[in-house]
């Protein structure tokens, strides 16, 4: 649980703990795909559609779907490393961005980002405590502060600084560039951590490692965590909620427990029963669903998944159903059978 | 008895280069009987596709030193010529990669390559090879499997890419399957799809399936048998109910309980300290020694031989008692 007084300490939490630390309202981004020798946009792919959640303070929000879906999208405009074409984004109270709210830079600082390919992300030359000490420098922290903090970091992510700070990236498993690449993070302070993938590449005994360090770290740095992953299993285990994605559009948001245990989306129940069964004795025997995950270059019209659904109706393919607002319930789905007024056959009962 | 269809006896393959030599797969043993199929389990590195690369004879003859005996159907792989490696490849193994666009040419419709293959080892027509092929396509579940035998390889889904390439690799319908990670690149809603897929043609076929996988799970919905290897070695093997309830080696179990499904979230997850070791420097004993919560002393400098505490079971570990009650 975190603890009020650590809230008060930190001098940049300016709304409260009540304040959702991220707002995004109907993000989208379309990229265009160009084609001919005159490179003419011929088409887009509908990466991200009409994306609103928030993150809350402190917790940490699991996104899930398959390749393809939008997450690292996602992942990538709440960074800004790639502007969006519509929507809105709100930082603790400040839109981003925007005259009178806050500035890209600063985001930058105050979210951080883990990707899954660790050896890419660090500089082959440099011993990694200089890794870690890079971006501190770069604002403006002493050098000598700056690897002193550097090697404090190392210890915290389970690193011997006096055995590992000298050491350059090749020298290093992919479980510890990961807690490097974690360490470098730390080092800028931020509010808000987002982990795209930041354990899938890793071996089994190895990843485990890892999420229980994630989970330590975020409560003692009082930090708020967006975790995506293609891994179920691993996105239960580590978030307080998980928002289900498909195409380009969240199919289902909610409490993580209630998604695994109630899962309302044709669509995330789907998904979670393609999951194999660990047990030899309760194997599947026919696949939920059939087919790929259609082109989202011309994604299908209505619901998305009417394609692939077991349940689709007429209605499914002309219209699309709405996800609801946010507020109104804490978990919601794109459904048109959760919509009294939607016509579907199976729809709740008002 | 019925007589096994492969055996693998004191495998190993070591890389030579001018700077090092790496044993990849040190002293692996396992034999396949008919229409059995076992998962081979095991970390990044551990030597999964060494081993089955050796068995297919794939590996750089000129870096690559292999001992010990590989007899597949009656018949011993190293010793065979180029000729009866060609008929053995195209007749009685067949191998899936995880990546299938390393099985296709990319220029060629994926229709014809089938056929090409079918033609050339059954001697038959280009065009009977299209029909098996089109055979083929509706035996894996190839929507619209007449058209997609048109289709280039990039033309197609990731999805139906695999399928195609399990296709192709049933072409000359093999008695051993070496199917290498054929779903870890797909998408969770069509691996299971794959995997039921396998499933039900290995029972319809009757042939043999070694299938390379470091997902538990992958092997609890497929398996007969599991190995486990560990920094080269098979450390332990057994059938799969048995070795997923009942893991005997530490660090079957270690991997069982590190595996993230449903433990509760306000619990640190178990895991297995440490690295997995560098395969250029090993320890002399028991190569998960440094990592084990039960090593001894003796682990350090003994490797541990086989012993079969139960029925089916080989298990590598010095703190496993031959008999088990
Ligand atoms: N720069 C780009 N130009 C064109 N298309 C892009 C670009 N980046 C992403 N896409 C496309 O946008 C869609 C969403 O991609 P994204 O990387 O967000 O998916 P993802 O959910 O992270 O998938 P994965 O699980 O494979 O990482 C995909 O169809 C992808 O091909
Ligand atoms: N052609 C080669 N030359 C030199 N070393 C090799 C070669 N192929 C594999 N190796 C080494 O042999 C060891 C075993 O590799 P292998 O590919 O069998 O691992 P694996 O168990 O299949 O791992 P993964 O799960 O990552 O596929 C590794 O240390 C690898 O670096
Ligand atoms: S809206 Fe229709 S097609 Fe979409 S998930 Fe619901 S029932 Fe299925
Ligand atoms: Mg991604
Ligand atoms: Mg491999």
């Known amino acids: 649980m975190m603890s009020a007084t650590l809230m008060e300490l930190d001098q940049r939490d300016r709304g409260g703990p009540q304040q959702p630390l991220l707002v995004v309202r109907n993000l989208r981004k379309h990229f265009p795909i160009r084609s001919g020798i005159l490179g003419r946009v011929s088409a887009h792919v509908r990466a991200v559609d009409n994306v609103s959640f928030t993150v809350r303070k402190g917790e940490t929000l699991g996104i899930v779907g398959e390749s393809g879906c939008g997450k690292s999208t996602v992942a990538r405009l709440l960074m800004r490393l790639i502007n969006p074409d519509a929507g809105e984004q709100i930082f603790d109270g400040d839109a981003v961005g925007e005259h009178g709210g806050i500035s890209v830079a600063d985001l930058r600082r105050q979210v951080q980002m883990v990707f899954q390919d660790s050896a890419s992300s660090l500089n082959p030359r440099m011993p990694v405590q200089n890794s870690i000490a890079f971006g501190p420098i770069a604002f403006g922290t002493p050098r000598v502060e700056a690897v002193g903090q550097a090697r404090e970091l190392l210890t915290r992510v389970g690193l011997n600084p006096a055995l590992f700070g000298g050491r350059y990236p090749h020298e290093l498993s992919g479980g510890q560039k990961q807690r490097i690449n974690i360490a470098r993070a730390l080092a800028m302070q931020p509010r808000m951590i987002i982990l795209d993938e930041a354990v899938s590449a890793l071996d089994k005994s190895v990843e485990a490692q890892v999420l229980n360090l994630l989970q330590a770290l975020k409560r003692s740095f009082n930090l708020t965590y967006v975790f995506i992953s293609h891994d179920l299993g691993v996105v239960r285990w580590i978030s307080d909620r998980v928002m289900v994605m498909y195409l380009g559009e969240i199919v289902e948001i909610g409490p993580a427990d209630t998604i695994y245990t109630g899962a309302r989306h044709p669509y995330t129940r789907a998904l979670l029963a393609s999951r194999p069964a660990l047990d030899p004795d309760q194997r599947r025997e026919e696949a939920p669903v059939s087919g790929d995950p259609p082109n989202p270059i011309n994604p299908p019209s209505g619901c998305r998944f009417h394609t692939r659904c077991p349940h689709a109706e007429p209605v499914c393919a002309s219209r699309a159903p709405s996800l609801g607002a946010e507020g109104e319930q804490a978990h919601r789905a794109a459904c048109h059978m959760q919509d009294p007024a939607s016509g579907h056959s199976q729809a709740i009962a008002a | ?325």
């Open chain 2, 1 to 325: 008895m019925t007589e096994p269809l492969a055996e693998v006896s004191n495998l190993s393959v070591d890389f030579v280069t001018r700077e090092s030599s790496v044993r990849a797969v040190n002293d692996v043993n396992f034999t396949m009987l008919p229409g059995e199929v076992m998962c081979m389990l095991g970390e990044s590195g551990s030597g999964k596709s060494v081993t089955m690369r050796a068995l297919m004879r794939l590996l750089p003859p000129k870096r690559s030193v292999i001992s010990g005996g590989i007899r597949i159907a009656g018949q011993d792989v190293q010793a065979m010529d180029a000729t009866a490696l060609r008929r053995m490849r195209g007749s009685t193994v067949s191998m899936i990669f995880q990546e299938p666009m390393t099985a296709f040419d990319p220029v060629v419709r994926v229709g014809d390559q089938i056929a090409e293959v079918v033609s050339v080892h059954r001697g038959v027509s280009h065009a009977a090879g299209r029909q098996r092929a089109l055979d083929l396509f509706e035996l894996v579940r190839i929507p619209s499997a007449q058209r997609r035998l048109d289709a280039y390889p990039h033309e197609l889904s990731g999805g139906l890419r695999q399928r195609a390439m399990i296709a192709l690799a049933l072409s000359c319908e093999p008695k051993l399957l070496l199917a290498d990670e054929p779903t870890t690149a797909l998408d969770a809603t069509v691996q299971i799809q794959v995997l039921i897929l396998l499933r039900r043609l290995q029972q319809e076929m009757g042939m043999s399936v070694i299938f390379v996988t470091h997902d538990l799970g992958v092997a609890a919905e497929i398996a007969d048998r599991v190995a486990v290897m560990y920094a080269g070695r098979v450390v332990e093997t057994g059938p799969v109910r048995d070795l997923m309830r009942r893991p005997l080696h530490p660090y079957t179990a270690g991997l069982l309980a590190s595996t993230v499904h449903d433990q509760p979230r306000d619990q640190d997850l178990e895991t297995i300290p440490g690295t997995p070791p560098d395969m250029r420097h090993l320890p002399p004993g028991c190569a998960f020694a440094p990592r084990c919560p039960r090593a001894g002393t003796d682990c350090i400098t003994t490797v541990p031989p086989p012993v079969t505490p139960a029925p089916g079971r080989i298990v590598r570990c010095l703190r496993v008692e031959a008999e088990l009650v």
